[in-house]
C-alpha cells in the first residue's frame, strides 16, 4: 500500500508487526501513525537487531505484562528484522499471544523475502517504494519548490526521500533561504563538475561518445560526487532516451523534449540523438542500470571500473 493509505487503514489487531519499508525516512514518520493505531501516549524506541538480540526474553515479557509505574507504554521499532533470530521469533509469538499487552514490538525491513520466515505469523504492513510523481509532489509540499524543480531533482537523485531530504538541506543551506531553489542550484550544488557544464555527460550519452563520457565521469568522481548520484544522472539520461525512441516519427521534437523533461534549446539535438538508439539495446540498458544499482547498494565496488563498464555497456 501506499504511505498515504496506511495512514488512513488501521492494521489488524495485535502486539507484534511487520513493517515492510524501504525508505528509512517513511519508518520515522510511521511512528505517529502507529501511536494513533494503538491509541494514547506510547514511548517509541528504535533499535538494531544487535540491540533487540541483547535483551532477555524475561525483560520483554515483564515489560509486556505490567504497567509502567513512570512514563507511557514502549513500542520498540526493531530495524533489518530478517536478522532477528529463531529464538528472539520465539519469544515474539509468546508477546503477540498476549490478550493484552504493554508492549508493542514492529520489526522493519526492506522487503518481503527477508522477513518470510516471520510474515507467516505475524500481521504485516507493506509500504510501496514512493514513485517519481510521488517524491515530486512530497518535495512540492514540504519545501515550496516549483514543479520543474522538484522533477528535476527526483529525476537526479531518486526516489528515496531520506537522501532527498538531505539533499534539499544542502541546497537551503546554498541559497541561504534568501531566495527560491532554481535548476541552476541542483546542477551547481549536486551535479557539480567545475571541469565540465552540468549536461555534457548527457550529452556525450546521448550522442554514444564514450571517450568524453568517461572523461566527464572521471571529472565528476576526482570533484567528490557520489557514485550513486552519477548512477542516477545516468538512469534518467537513459530514460528519456526510451521516451525520445517510443515517440520516433509520432511527435515533432518540441514535443519529445517537454515528454522527456529535456530543455527546449536541446529538442532538435536531442530527438535526433534518441533515434540513433536500437530499442532492444535500450531495454537491456534497464536490466545493466538496474545491477548497478543493487551492486552499489550491497556492496562497494570500484566506482571508476564499474561506471566505465556501465557506459560501455550502454554506449557500444
Known sequence: MRFSEFRRHSPPGG????FICEDEFLIDESRAVWAGFFGGDWDFSKLSVR???????????????????????????????????????????????????????????????SVSALA????????????AGEAAHWLRDRYGVTP????YVVDNIGTE????????????????????????????LILRSEQYGPFELDDALQARDYPKAVRVL??????????????????RVWRQVLIGKFLEGRASSGQIATAAS????????????????????????????????????TSSPNAEIYLDMLLWKLMR
Do not use: C
Open 15 to 18: 502486539n507484534v508487526y511487520i
Open 51 to 113: 540491540e533487540f538480540e541483547a535483551l532477555e526474553a524475561s525483560e520483554l515479557l515483564v515489560l509486556a505484562r505490567t504497567p509502567p509505574l513512570f512514563g507511557p507504554p514502549k513500542v520498540l521499532l526493531v530495524t533489518n528484522a530478517g536478522k532477528i533470530t529463531k529464538k528472539k521469533i520465539a519469544v515474539l509469538e509468546e508477546l503477540a499471544g498476549l490478550d493484552s499487552s504493554f508492549l508493542k514490538v514492529i520489526v522493519s525491513a526492506p522487503t518481503r523475502r
Open 120 to 131: 507467516k505469523t505475524f500481521p504485516k504492513v507493506e509500504i510501496d517504494p514512493p514513485r
Open 148 to 151: 520543474e524543480v522538484a522533477h
Open 161 to 188: 526521500l531520506q537522501q532527498l531530504r538531505a539533499e534539499m538541506e544542502k541546497l537551503q543551506t546554498y541559497v541561504r533561504e534568501a531566495r527560491p531553489i532554481e535548476i541552476k542550484d541542483v546542477d551547481e
Open 218 to 235: 572521471g571529472a565528476m568522481l576526482d570533484e567528490g560526487v557520489q557514485p550513486i548520484l552519477i548512477l542516477s544522472r545516468i538512469a
Open 262 to 297: 529535456v530543455p527546449h534549446w536541446k529538442a532538435t539535438q536531442f530527438a535526433a540523438a534518441s533515434g540513433r538508439f536500437d530499442k532492444d539495446r535500450i531495454v537491456a540498458g534497464f536490466a545493466e542500470l538496474l545491477r548497478a544499482d543493487r551492486a552499489f547498494k
